[in-house]
């Protein structure tokens, strides 16, 4: 049986867990405040995963580029290959949040949505972008 | 001079809160004014997760986050003033702000809330050596370029402070493609929040070197090299210890500081220990009608508490406009052993609030320890403390009954466990 101190990612409480693996497999979490840290836990041991957040790129709109998020977690592995692909999307204003930007990202099931609504530039806006 | 019920300066997350808060609670003529083209505040570079948890239940990215606040302002019909900066304000509560359209306006308000947010402390204040190249940015000031307008400020990037926007930044950085090369810190221990070691350090497998400070900068036009020392338990350098990278970026996250001058010119006493404005229990500053919250009253952690305690300030200032001042003289709340400041620091114990959250931090790392609040010998609880963190923001609940009558200062400490 072997024993792994882990620091929860999944809130800012950043809750310490202690694992129990034994071949290959944990067999006990404990330290974790939710459901949310069990499952951490465990795919953390076998193959970690991280929500992905990042820009893309955004024309016509008030800003030049757009926050998107992971609807979930992607494997750690693959965040720079996913980096890779969504450094070449690019999406015209206006975008709603949740709108999805990229779909199931490397085949990994998981949608690259936008993080937040953005509207057209008006040249009524003040300022120059 | 035009009238407004209530003026909240500034529109990110605390005003934001403030304004919904006192609309629910039946103030009407509500005028948010923002500085920035739209309203957010910081949340809208934070574009990371993990924001939320309390408010919502569940987990937002940054912008996700001020959008929800954005959408119930907008249902309630506040007014948010953008574009505009508040130039002025005084004690009887006159604000003075100006943009392009309306030139410089003054405006009397029957409350006030600011909700101004904080800034980075800068080069200058730290002592950084060396010379004065382009290259060098405090990490929220990398963050807006590099989330908002699109640009990336560097390639090879050392990071000054192991604060959350610097773990943030060094993760945000190497998945943009730059190589970040370490992050120094002053303390034997980091300053942010352990999920942000594991997540943006670890993960990338950058290093982190604690006791350690960034004392020379070298470069003419653009930065070249850094120069790294050890330092000591005072926290002086070690000579010999000298280490030299090449980068060609250093971004600071070296503090953050409630940004008052504001509140400064209208004569508001400050607390020295969260260089924020001195607020009651009603979150009113120590002149009538001025309310403080968010990172302009003290610095938090996360900004669902920004929410939270911006909207206790709105609802001392909808109870202020409807019945007054509270009643009596104030008490004090002080900063006992190893508690570095508390928020709210007065309570009448006269007229008490129903309910209040004093929020506070501790000065070091400590483990089991036991929170003791206390008004002179009267013990009014005490708490046991698994793990504390000066990163951490840290609460302790007083009702009504506990304030009720008393006649000395309450103080919250820290005392080790008797065992």
Do not use: W
Not at chain 1, 2 to 15: A, D, G, H, Q, R
Not at chain 1, 38 to 51: G, Q, S
Not at chain 2, 59 to 81: D, H, K, T, W
Not at chain 2, 212 to 230: C, N, P, Q, Y
């Amino acid at each position: 049986m072997m024993e792994k101190e882990l620091i929860c990612v999944n809130c800012p409480m950043s809750c310490r867990l202690t694992v129990q693996i034994e071949e290959n497999k944990v067999v006990s979490v404990s330290g974790n405040s939710c459901p949310r840290g069990k499952a951490y836990a465990e795919t953390e041991c076998i193959r970690p995963e991280r929500i992905l957040t990042t820009t893309v790129r955004i024309t016509g709109g008030i800003h030049r580029v757009l926050p998107v998020i992971s609807e979930s977690e992607i494997p750690l592995d693959r965040i720079m290959d996913a980096m890779e692909l969504i450094r070449s999307a690019q999406v015209k204003a206006p975008v709603q949040v949740g709108d999805v930007i990229m779909e199931n990202i490397l085949g990994t099931g998981v949608n690259i949505v936008a993080a937040r609504s953005m509207d057209k530039f008006s040249c009524s806006d003040t300022s120059q972008k | 001079m035009k009238k407004v019920q209530a003026i909240i300066i500034g529109g990110g997350s605390a005003g934001l809160s403030a304004a919904v808060t006192l609309k629910k609670n039946g103030i009407e003529d509500v005028l948010v004014i923002e500085k920035d083209e739209e309203p957010g505040g910081i949340l809208e570079q934070c574009i990371h997760n993990g924001f939320g948890l309390q408010t919502f239940q569940e987990q937002l990215s940054g912008p996700a986050y001020a959008e929800r606040f954005v959408r119930m302002a907008e249902e309630l019909n506040v007014r948010i003033l953008l574009n505009t900066t508040v130039t002025k304000l005084t004690a009887d509560r006159v604000v003075e702000y100006v943009n392009s359209e309306e030139g410089a306006v003054q405006v009397q308000a029957d409350a006030v809330i600011l909700a101004v947010g904080c800034y980075e402390r800068p080069r200058g204040g730290i002592n950084i050596t060396g010379t004065r190249p382009a290259g060098i940015y405090t990490a929220g000031q990398a963050q807006r370029y590099l989330n908002i307008d699109g640009y990336m400020v560097g390639k090879r990037v050392f990071i000054l402070g192991s604060g959350d926007i610097g773990l943030i930044m060094a993760r945000r950085m190497t998945l943009e493609g730059a190589k970040v090369i370490g992050v120094a810190e002053l303390m034997p221990y980091s300053n942010g929040l352990p999920r942000n070691m594991k997540q943006c350090l670890e993960d990338f497998d950058i290093p982190l070197y604690l006791s350690h400070t960034v004392s020379k900068v070298f470069g003419k036009d653009r930065l070249e090299k850094i120069e790294m020392v050890a330092v000591d338990e005072n926290r002086n350098p070690i000579a010999g210890s000298e280490q030299y990278f090449d980068v060609d970026t250093l971004l600071l996250s070296v503090g953050l500081i409630p940004e008052n001058h504001l509140a400064d010119h209208a004569g508001i006493r400050m607390d020295p220990s969260t260089k924020g404005p001195v607020v009651d229990d009603r979150y009113m500053t120590s002149e009538e009608g001025i309310f403080a919250c968010g990172n302009g009253l003290h610095v938090h952690d996360l900004v669902d508490y920004v929410s939270l305690q911006a909207a206790r300030a709105a609802e001392g200032a909808a109870a202020y406009l409807r019945n007054g001042s509270p009643k009596g003289t104030p008490l004090c709340i002080k900063n006992g052993n190893q508690v570095s400041y508390c928020v709210p620091s007065q309570f009448y114990p006269e007229d008490p609030a129903e309910k209040l959250t004093v929020y506070f931090r501790v000065r070091t790392p400590m483990d089991n320890q036991q929170l003791v609040i206390r008004s002179g010998d009267k013990v009014i609880r005490t708490l046991k403390k698994r793990k504390l963190l000066p990163s951490v923001m840290e609460e302790a609940v007083l009702l009504k009954k506990d304030m009720e009558g008393l006649t000395e200062d309450i103080t919250v400490e820290i005392t080790e466990v008797a065992s």
